[in-house]
């Protein structure tokens, strides 16, 4: 999960395409080692209703989870942004230079002259005085929520067919048909993102989260 970036007036999606793959990616493995677990020459529908509710409660408790941790992590990264703040305008124009280059990525660094990163240090200079502590904003609750939703909302797809369907190995084939689409699809939107083929990758994905799910499995998650 990465946090919405520090700053006074920053600007942000409340989710970029990797951090919603990830957390669809997540969801789908959590809910695969449930479904995965049944037996369909031996489950009943008691098995399909223990399994859905431990499906549903473990994601539910997940979302939760990182929705929290996704908000801590926004306060500690605004909290980083102030405190590189008040320490470029407490320093003198030398150390000032270095914090700003410090905080940015090597890259973009590397390409700034000095008299641009003075440019920034003086504009850091102008805006209002900054609060003494790093509060969450809007946008930062909204992420959390979104994180929550993505994790939760992720889980119905692949257990819809249990609910609908009174038979165990037609559910369970379509609900891995679901799952499958799903990673495939997750998998096209990081290859894009990222640059590499989207076709392989989704296929990748498909793969990676499956094996994800079978160690979960074994591993008796």
């Known amino acids: 999960m990465t946090p ?12 970029d395409p990797v951090e919603r793959v990830f957390e669809i990616l997540f969801a789908l493995i959590m809910v695969l080692g449930f ?17 859905l509710i431990g499906a549903l409660g473990c994601n ?29 305008r407490a320093a ?7 914090l700003i280059t410090d905080a940015l990525p090597p890259l973009i660094a590397s390409l700034l002259k000095p008299e641009e990163i003075e440019a920034v240090n003086q504009r850091l200079r102008q805006i209002p ?5 790093a509060r969450l904003g809007r946008e930062d609750w909204m992420g959390g929520l979104g994180v929550f939703l993505l994790v939760f909302l992720s889980t ?3 257990v819809i067919p249990f609910m609908v369907m009174t038979s165990v190995a037609p559910a369970l084939l379509v609900s891995n048909a679901i799952a499958i689409f ?6 096209i939107m990081y290859g894009r993102y990222a640059g590499w083929h989207p076709f392989g990758v989704g296929l990748l994905m498909v793969a990676i ?3 994800l799910a079978a160690l979960t499995r074994v591993l008796g998650g």
């Not at 919405?4 to 989710?15: D, N, Q, T, Y």
């Not at 801590?72 to 605004?78: F, G, H, R, S, V």
């Not at 799903?182 to 998998?187: A, K, P, S």
């Open 35 to 51: 479904t995965g677990s049944l037996s369909v020459a031996e489950a009943g529908r008691d098995d399909i209703r223990t399994m």
């Open 4 to 15: 919405s970036a520090p700053g006074p007036e920053s600007k942000k999606r409340v989710l």
């Open 209 to 211: 989260g499956a094996a």
């Open 92 to 98: 003198d124009p030398a150390e000032a230079h270095r």
């Open 156 to 158: 119905f797809p692949v």
């Open 182 to 187: 799903m990673l495939f699809v997750t998998g």
């Open 129 to 133: 005085e900054p609060p003494d502590y």
């Open 60 to 88: 539910l408790a997940w979302g939760i989870i990182d929705g929290v941790m996704y908000l801590m992590a926004c306060l500690a990264e605004k909290g980083r942004g102030l405190k590189t703040l008040k320490a470029v």
